[in-house]
């Protein structure tokens, strides 16, 4: 049997970043696919591609014959529809360039539970809500989604090119990645710094659904245990599965443990939605002086802070988390407590020199 080797697409992100240490620690070649890599990975074989543009990946490809792909990436457009035409194509040209070397044994894909809340302008709205905690048998809703494009893409691939796949649908992903599109984690640490630099209070964002309401969070080396399990599980193969730290929490709680943590004032729900996207519009001066002040490697904001992401999920008008036991059932047991999960990340980013 050959030995297994990884192909990461999207290997800088937030998922595919701490999949990548994994692969590593547990002995896998491991080939990350982006478009740029900013830094060198110990271990990686670092591919530079755009999934976007066939003869490029062809080229980059030539060499490579992975028996495992874990597809991590995904593009945003400004509606569903053009979601759906990138993201699709993305995952069609990499299959296809990847079909006549006949070496892909299983595909992985990361969605996440837009699957169950539908897409950003379908949000959660009221009307639409599903029932909690969120189960992988849910019907698909009736409104377009990319997630279901990139699922229907792998199947169509699997059923030509006879390997197997797996869907691991996280909830907000927390985790170590710098310049990341959905980086809750990292936000939440640079708005508690200039919070604890200004004096002003740390006030919550979110709705009172969120604030009063369960929730989880799926820590991104948990997330990372599992892709690795369900493409070597002979069991878990050819499944979806929600994936989150195996806890579940309240925000009114959890904001005070970071408040606490960054020695600030919490200031909770108080009847109306205070988005943090507005809260940080004007905040790149001061995190200017921040970073000058501590000798910060990275003084751009747009470059750490997701406020937008943030606000759509602390925003729901509904309590969202996710049913764990189709994972535990299968044998899937990897946990991980959520006030632990920020907190290491915080750690890591003072080490990191990204926050003070």
Same mark, same amino acid.
Do not use: M, R
């Given at each position: 049997m050959m030995k297994n080797s990884a192909l990461v697409v999207g290997s800088t992100g937030i998922t595919g970043s701490n999949l990548v240490e994994e692969l590593i620690a547990q002995n896998w070649t491991t080939f990350g696919l982006a478009r740029n890599h900013n830094r060198p990975v110990e271990g990686l074989k670092p591919i530079k591609a755009d999934l976007l543009d066939e003869e490029s990946l062809?080229?980059? =490809?030539?060499?490579? /014959?992975?028996? $495992?792909? !874990? !597809?991590?990436?995904?593009m945003r457009k400004a509606n569903e529809q053009e979601n759906i035409i990138v993201n699709i194509t993305m995952v069609s040209n990499l299959l296809n360039? =990847? /079909?006549?070397?006949? %070496?892909v044994r299983h595909v992985a894909l990361v969605t996440g539970l837009k699957h169950y809340l539908g897409p950003f302008e379908a949000y959660a709205k009221e009307g639409i809500l599903p029932e909690t905690p969120v189960r992988e048998e849910h019907p698909r809703l009736a409104y377009p989604n990319f997630y279901y494009a990139q699922e229907d893409a792998v199947y169509e691939a699997a059923n030509r090119d006879h390997f197997t796949w797996s869907i691991h649908r996280p909830h907000t992903v927390i985790g170590y990645a710098i310049g990341n599109l959905m980086n809750m984690g990292i936000t939440l640490a640079v708005y508690a %710094?200039?919070?604890?630099?200004?004096g002003a209070k740390f006030t919550w964002p979110g709705s009172a659904a969120q604030w009063n309401g369960l929730s989880d969070v799926t820590?991104?080396?948990i997330l990372a245990k599992q892709l690795i399990w369900a493409s070597t599980t002979e069991n878990a193969k050819?499944?979806? !599965?929600n994936i989150t730290n195996g806890d579940v929490f309240r925000w009114k709680w959890l904001w005070n443990k970071i408040?606490?943590?960054f020695g600030i004032e919490a200031d909770g729900y108080n009847g109306s939605i205070r988005p943090l996207e507005k809260e940080m519009e004007n905040k790149q001066e001061i995190w200017n002086q921040i970073t000058h002040q501590h000798g910060l490697k990275e003084s751009s904001l747009d470059r750490l %802070? %997701?406020?937008? $992401?943030t606000d759509l999920? =602390?925003?729901r008008p509904l309590e969202v988390m996710t049913d764990m036991s189709k994972s535990r059932k299968y044998g899937f047991n990897a946990f991980e407590s959520t006030a632990d999960s920020f907190f290491s990340l915080f750690q890591k980013l003072k080490q990191e020199k990204i926050i003070p």
């Open positions: 062809a080229v980059a =490809l030539k060499d490579v /014959s992975p028996t $495992h792909v !874990f !597809f991590t990436t995904w360039a =990847l /079909s006549p070397k006949k %070496s %710094s200039i919070c604890k630099e200004t820590d991104a080396k050819n499944q979806a !599965f408040a606490d943590y %802070s %997701s406020a937008w $992401h999920d =602390l925003g």
